[in-house]
C-alpha cells in the first residue's frame, strides 16, 4: 500500500526554507535556532506574503487531493504508523515493580515496630 501523503508546509515554512540560506550568509554565526527567530522575525515584518499564502494554498489543494486517493485506494484516514506503535505499546505495558531495595526497607521498619 502507498504510504500516507505528508501534510503540507505552511506559508511561513516554504518562505523559511526559501529565506534560510539568505539568512545563514548575512549571519554566518547564527546557530540553527537563531536562524529559525530570524526568519519569524523578518515574517512579521512582512507586508506581502500573498506569494507564499498562494503556494500554501495550492499545496493543501494538492495535499486533500492526495489523500482522498490515498483513502480511495484502502488507506485509513487515522492511520499513521507512529499512532499504530503508540497504541499496542500502550496495551502491552507491564504494571510497574517494586524495587527489591524499597521492599526490603520496609521489612527493616516492621521488625523494628516488633
Not at 505528508?6 to 554565526?29: G, H, V
Request: hydrophobic share 25%; aromatic share 6%; proline share 4%.
Amino acid at each position: 500500500m502507498a504510504e500516507k501523503p505528508k501534510r503540507p508546509l505552511s506559508a511561513y515554512m516554504l518562505w523559511l526554507n526559501s529565506a534560510r540560506e539568505s539568512i545563514k550568509k548575512e549571519n554566518p554565526e547564527f546557530k540553527v535556532t537563531e536562524v529559525a527567530k530570524k526568519g519569524g522575525e523578518l515574517w512579521r515584518g512582512m507586508k506581502d506574503k500573498s506569494e507564499w499564502e498562494a503556494k500554501a494554498v495550492k499545496m493543501k489543494e494538492e495535499y486533500e487531493k492526495a489523500m482522498k486517493e490515498f483513502e480511495r485506494n484502502g488507506g485509513d484516514k487515522s492511520s499513521g504508523t507512529v499512532s499504530k506503535k503508540r497504541g499496542k505499546a500502550a496495551e502491552k505495558k507491564k504494571p510497574a515493580k517494586k524495587s527489591k531495595k524499597k521492599d526490603s526497607e520496609d521489612d527493616e521498619d516492621e521488625d523494628e515496630s516488633d
